[in-house]
């Protein structure tokens, strides 16, 4: 096997470099509010939402036991929308303008002295099989300290794959670090963010470039060598690739993946509801056309199947001490559990005192605030998903969910704030490997 580093989820878009373009659905005209509501208030609603074929985008907790909900209006309903008399702040007035300033799908970045992809690559997002690219070429500048891996296949065939790296231990000589992102397709920073990279502001250039920054950087930055020296970790950027690449040439707000089923027309599984730790529960849905449809059984879709088989696999051997599910775009921390609000892990104290201070580092660089604590109770309920299956099924200590930016620009995030995002989750993934 062989995964991703601390890059959190390094680039993995995919669709080859002849074919950048994003996708043909449009949301020009579409204006995006956010809803505050009573939780219960919520479901009421949905019929309501569907007749106006609005788009719920993220949910989230607003002030005074309130929730909040980011709904995307098609412009033919945009005043029917209104009549409703609803609490709402209006975040955008035009989403297809606001997808157009994520900026068009870049080329390959050409290599630098040092023969790995320039930094270049974080101007811009690209397409997935670029992303394939740059995980082969990463890897190949560091032969000896680690590998590529494939964690199984989607359900169109294609590969979950990413990076395995070590230190002076050995391969597999230590407890896990795992992170998976872009679990939902249309959350494009999480395959982007890389909080290793940032090291190029700790070190000389052009010695540090991204991942070269491990072993350059495991010379020279005593956080880098002494996470890697502690730690086996494994990456797998984009765990939903079919998904991702029907995000960028489809559907921009594509959530789910791309499974097909009997006697239903719709498609997709939240493979963020598909594990077996709560499955089914609130938070998760079993219409086949919801955004968080949970499948009917555990693990019914191949891409949870296959990202469970890899957790057993990595717990069984060293054990696995950090899970952390990469997301947009909330920020916030997210322990466990999602599924329930009323239990937690026995050593939530110690998960509450290490996600306050990862939170205050990430806002030293930016003042970007992230809010922390047990999903179910700072965002809202979700049954069946990666972190509490983590948590009590594969025996990890601190499994974790963490929400990326922007509260402001939600999904479609521009390109120029890649760079800070990542910059400002490496400082808070320092303090987390050093202390945890």
């Given at each position: 096997?062989?995964?991703f580093?601390f890059l959190l989820?390094?680039?993995?878009l995919?669709?080859?470099?002849?074919?950048?373009?994003?996708?043909?659905?449009?949301f020009?005209?579409?204006?995006?509010?956010r809803?505050?509501v009573?939780p219960?208030?919520t479901?009421v609603?949905?019929?309501?939402?569907d007749s106006l074929s609005i788009?719920e985008?993220?949910?989230?907790r607003g002030?005074?036991?309130?929730?909040?909900?980011d709904?995307?209006?098609?412009?033919?309903?945009?005043?029917?929308?209104?009549?409703?008399?609803?609490?709402?702040?209006?975040?955008?007035?035009?989403l297809?303008?606001?997808?157009?300033?994520?900026?068009?799908?870049q080329?390959?970045?050409?290599?630098?002295a040092d023969?790995v992809?320039?930094?270049s690559?974080?101007d811009a997002?690209?397409?997935?099989?670029?992303?394939?690219?740059?995980?082969?070429?990463?890897?190949?500048?560091?032969?000896?300290?680690s590998?590529l891996?494939?964690?199984?296949?989607?359900?169109?065939?294609?590969?979950?794959?990413?990076?395995?790296l070590?230190?002076?231990?050995?391969r597999?000589?230590?407890?896990a670090?795992?992170?998976?992102?872009?679990?939902?397709?249309?959350?494009?920073?999480?395959?982007?963010?890389?909080?290793?990279?940032?090291?190029?502001?700790?070190?000389?250039?052009?010695l540090?470039?991204?991942?070269?920054?491990?072993?350059?950087?495991?010379?020279?930055?005593?956080?880098?060598r002494?996470?890697?020296?502690?730690?086996?970790?494994?990456?797998?950027?984009?765990v939903?690739?079919?998904?991702?690449v029907?995000?960028?040439?489809d559907?921009?707000?594509?959530?789910k993946n791309?499974?097909?089923?009997?006697n239903?027309?719709?498609i997709g599984?939240?493979?963020?509801?598909?594990?077996?730790?709560g499955?089914g529960?609130?938070?998760s849905?079993s219409?086949?056309?919801?955004?968080?449809?949970s499948g009917?059984s555990?693990?019914?879709?191949?891409?949870?199947?296959?990202?469970?088989?890899?957790?057993?696999?990595?717990?069984?051997?060293?054990?696995?001490?950090?899970y952390i599910d990469?997301?947009?775009y909330?920020?916030?921390?997210?322990?466990s559990?999602g599924?329930?609000c009323?239990s937690?892990?026995e050593?939530i104290?110690?998960?509450i005192?290490?996600?306050?201070?990862?939170?205050?580092?990430?806002?030293q660089s930016?003042n970007?605030?992230?809010?922390?604590?047990?999903?179910?109770?700072?965002?809202?309920?979700s049954?069946?998903n990666?972190?509490?299956?983590?948590?009590?099924?594969?025996g990890?200590?601190?499994?974790?969910?963490?929400?990326?930016?922007?509260?402001?620009?939600g999904?479609?995030?521009?390109?120029?704030?890649i760079?800070?995002?990542?910059?400002e989750?490496?400082?808070?993934?320092?303090?987390?490997?050093?202390?945890?």
């Amino acid at each position: 096997m062989a995964f991703f580093p601390f890059l959190l989820f390094i680039g993995v878009l995919s669709t080859t470099a002849a074919t950048h373009h994003k996708s043909n659905t449009h949301f020009d005209g579409f204006q995006v509010h956010r809803l505050y509501v009573n939780p219960e208030d919520t479901s009421v609603l949905q019929a309501t939402f569907d007749s106006l074929s609005i788009v719920e985008l993220n949910h989230g907790r607003g002030k005074n036991n309130t929730s909040t909900l980011d709904l995307a209006i098609p412009p033919s309903h945009v005043e029917a929308f209104r009549a409703l008399n609803l609490t709402t702040t209006i975040l955008s007035d035009n989403l297809g303008m606001d997808i157009a300033a994520e900026g068009p799908l870049q080329d390959y970045p050409e290599f630098d002295a040092d023969g790995v992809p320039s930094l270049s690559w974080f101007d811009a997002y690209h397409a997935y099989e670029d992303h394939i690219r740059f995980w082969s070429d990463l890897q190949a500048s560091f032969p000896n300290n680690s590998e590529l891996i494939q964690a199984g296949q989607s359900f169109e065939g294609r590969p979950i794959q990413g990076i395995h790296l070590w230190g002076s231990g050995g391969r597999n000589s230590k407890p896990a670090v795992f992170f998976n992102g872009n679990v939902h397709a249309r959350e494009w920073i999480t395959s982007m963010v890389s909080p290793l990279h940032p090291l190029i502001d700790y070190c000389p250039v052009p010695l540090c470039r991204f991942i070269d920054v491990d072993f350059v950087g495991y010379e020279n930055d005593t956080a880098v060598r002494t996470a890697l020296d502690n730690y086996d970790f494994y990456v797998l950027p984009v765990v939903n690739p079919d998904g991702f690449v029907y995000s960028q040439t489809d559907n921009r707000l594509w959530r789910k993946n791309r499974q097909k089923r009997e006697n239903t027309t719709e498609i997709g599984t939240d493979i963020n509801r598909n594990w077996s730790v709560g499955f089914g529960g609130d938070g998760s849905s079993s219409n086949p056309g919801s955004e968080t449809f949970s499948g009917y059984s555990p693990g019914d879709a191949p891409e949870t199947a296959a990202l469970m088989k890899f957790a057993q696999t990595l717990a069984a051997d060293k054990g696995i001490k950090l899970y952390i599910d990469w997301h947009s775009y909330a920020q916030v921390i997210l322990l466990s559990y999602g599924y329930t609000c009323d239990s937690f892990p026995e050593n939530i104290d110690q998960q509450i005192s290490l996600a306050r201070e990862t939170s205050a580092r990430i806002a030293q660089s930016y003042n970007t605030t992230f809010d922390y604590g047990p999903g179910c109770l700072v965002l809202y309920q979700s049954s069946g998903n990666g972190r509490d299956y983590m948590t009590d099924a594969a025996g990890t200590e601190f499994g974790w969910g963490i929400e990326l930016r922007s509260t402001s620009y939600g999904f479609v995030l521009p390109a120029d704030q890649i760079l800070p995002s990542s910059i400002e989750i490496w400082e808070g993934m320092k303090y987390l490997w050093a202390n945890m």
